[in-house]
């Protein structure tokens, strides 16, 4: 396994709802370090381009506004096998389908509000990381 890193994000129901502490001393507990965060407001713009991949897909609108409702957290994750772990201890899109103790099934919603995102690959996470933290992308 490799260190690795990766970006989660706190989305607009998980700070609205008040998680951001539990999220984090769940990925801290789990052996993933901080290396960089940040509360941000996303614009359309912003998200639209985040999410590009599902544009044209049906919930794309619905995603998008839900995504610019509210303040974020941006994450920086760091530690071995960051990726994957991450995904894991954020549990399944839906938290119909989520594992017991995960993020998802404790907070989400539904399919569209599930408090939180995790990069899905290497690549993704190198093009999130950078996308949102271009400006100190040394550190994460
Ligand atoms: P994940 O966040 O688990 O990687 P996806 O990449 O498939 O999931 O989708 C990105 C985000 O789009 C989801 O986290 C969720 O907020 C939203 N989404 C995905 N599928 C649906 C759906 N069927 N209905 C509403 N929102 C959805
Ligand atoms: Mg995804």
Do not use: I, N
């Given at each position: 396994m490799a260190v690795e890193k990766t970006l989660s994000i706190v989305k607009p129901d998980g700070v609205q709802n008040g998680h951001i502490g539990h999220v984090i001393s769940v990925f801290e507990a789990n052996g993933l370090t901080i290396r960089a965060a940040k509360l941000a407001w996303?614009?359309?713009?912003?998200?639209?381009?985040?999410?590009?991949?599902?544009?044209?897909r049906g919930f794309f609108g619905e995603l998008i506004e839900f995504m610019t409702s509210g303040p974020v957290l941006l994450i920086c994750l760091e530690g071995e096998n960051a990726i994957a772990k991450n995904r894991e201890l954020m549990g399944a899109t839906d938290p119909a389908q989520a594992s017991d103790g995960t993020i998802r099934k404790l907070y989400a919603e539904s399919k569209g509000r599930n408090t939180v995102h995790g990069s899905d690959g290497g690549a993704s996470a190198a093009r999130e990381l950078r996308y949102f933290f271009a400006e100190a992308f040394e550190f994460c």
């Open positions: 996303l614009t359309t713009a912003q998200a639209e381009g985040f999410y590009a991949e599902h544009k044209g």
